[in-house]
């Protein structure tokens, strides 16, 4: 029977709840699973074992709603799909559900600013006044943004304050106006300290569209999505042009759903929906320089706060352990009822994929996924009995 268990489990391409034949039939995800990766060795086979028992813990105990991929050296270990993707309409999740990305949207933006910084089409040493006209915050760079040392006030607070209305939909450059209108004040001054704000990242997106000569949607998905082969992944804008099947709602931990509101629609620091196989073809291209050269690949991992010695940030990923071998660097977002989490470990190009649709706090606990890949047995519901049978005991 485990070895039986193995099969349906190891592949990790069975659904909870599944979606249609023609999404569950994606060529990439099954062009994956013929990598060298899937020899049914014990190595292999025991970290696949660690991996499902965490997450069907983690399900079955109402601790998790969404999709989880795990990746090792370029090849996919572990993915697999967890619950509902639509509560009201019984729509299960599956490998192209897309989730909204909430902050690890970020690393996309960023990705597409050091794109045009390596054409030399972006000085990451000019002042934000040199590429947006009447821009009033003197002394905040370029680099500022990308690095959250900016000082800037953050947009979804001031907004409220000068923009009563709250009911229609708000974009970049509405906020960039009322910036310059009401020169709401700056919180440091720039290049003082780490302060992270969702205003840098909406100025940055507006950066590229004036760097590049084209729209922010545009230029991300020609020099991004497609390198990355994202070709399931939509900004928030394009949803409507996707099938109800891989569509999900955002929850509450009591699966009450979170609807949309004015501040979905702002591009940069958030408002990209995707699938995990997707972000992993996003990880792999970011992580082997085929978005943009090596030395800007780390140029974008190098701490730039020296105030803090634990974390840091770069360009547009957090980072810790960041002076050992140990280096994580990763990024994770929280937006109206989705929880996500991108994350790649240094040191044997491990990758970890997990979107949530629903408010559950086990999707940052991510040491427990590092702690199954390196052998670590003290999972909830974890017997080396079974393990052993499938012939990875330790």
């Known amino acids: 029977m485990l070895k039986k268990y193995f099969f349906f489990t190891g592949l990790a391409f069975v659904l909870i709840l599944a979606c249609s034949n023609e999404e569950r039939k994606d060529k990439k995800t099954l ?36 999709n989880v991929l795990v990746a090792q050296k370029g090849f996919i270990l572990y993915q697999k799909s967890f619950g509902i993707a639509n509560n009201e309409k019984q729509i299960g999740l599956c490998d192209t559900s897309l ?28 002042e934000v006044s040199q590429y947006l006209e009447g821009f009033p915050y003197n002394g905040v760079k370029v680099e500022h943004l990308i690095t959250h040392r900016s000082g800037l006030p953050n947009y ?62 545009d230029y991300v998905r020609k020099e991004i999505f497609e390198p990355a082969n994202m070709k399931h992944t939509r900004f928030i804008q394009e949803l409507n042009e996707v099938n109800d099947t891989v569509k999900t709602i955002g929850y509450t931990a009591r699966m009450k759903e979170v609807g949309y509101d004015a501040f979905d629609y702002v591009l940069g620091d958030k408002g990209v929906f995707s699938t995990t196989p997707d972000m992993f073809g996003f990880a792999e291209s970011f992580f082997t320089g085929k ?86 047995t003290a999972l909830p519901g974890y017997t080396a009995e079974e393990e052993g049978e499938l012939g990875g005991g330790q």
């Open 31 to 66: 062009a994956l699973a013929e990598n060298p990766a899937f020899i049914p060795n014990p190595e292999v086979q025991a970290k696949v074992f660690r991996l499902d028992t965490l997450f069907q813990h983690l399900y079955k105990t109402n601790q998790f709603n969404g």
């Open 99 to 126: 989730f909204q990305l909430a902050s690890v949207s970020k690393t996309i933006t960023a990705a597409a600013a050091l794109k045009l910084v390596a054409a030399g089409k972006l000085d990451l040493k000019a």
């Open 156 to 217: 979804l607070y001031f907004s409220y304050q000068y923009r009563p209305n709250q009911t229609q939909p708000l974009n970049n450059a509405e906020v960039l106006r009322m910036m310059v209108e009401k020169k709401p004040p700056a919180y440091t001054k720039p290049g003082l300290r780490f302060n992270y704000s969702n205003t840098n990242y909406m100025l940055l997106a507006l950066l590229i569209e004036r760097a590049s000569g084209q729209s922010f949607k």
């Open 291 to 376: 978005l943009f050269p090596l030395p800007y690949l780390q140029m974008a991992i190098q701490p730039y706060s020296p105030e803090h010695r634990d974390h840091n940030y770069g360009y547009g990923w957090r980072m810790k352990n960041f002076n050992t071998p140990e280096k994580l660097v990763f990024h994770n977002g929280w937006w109206h009822g989705y929880r996500t989490a991108l994350q790649r470990r240094l040191k044997d190009s491990t990758t970890v994929v997990i979107l949530s649709n629903r408010l559950n706090s086990s999707v940052y606990q991510t040491w427990k996924i590092f702690q199954a890949l390196d052998g670590d």
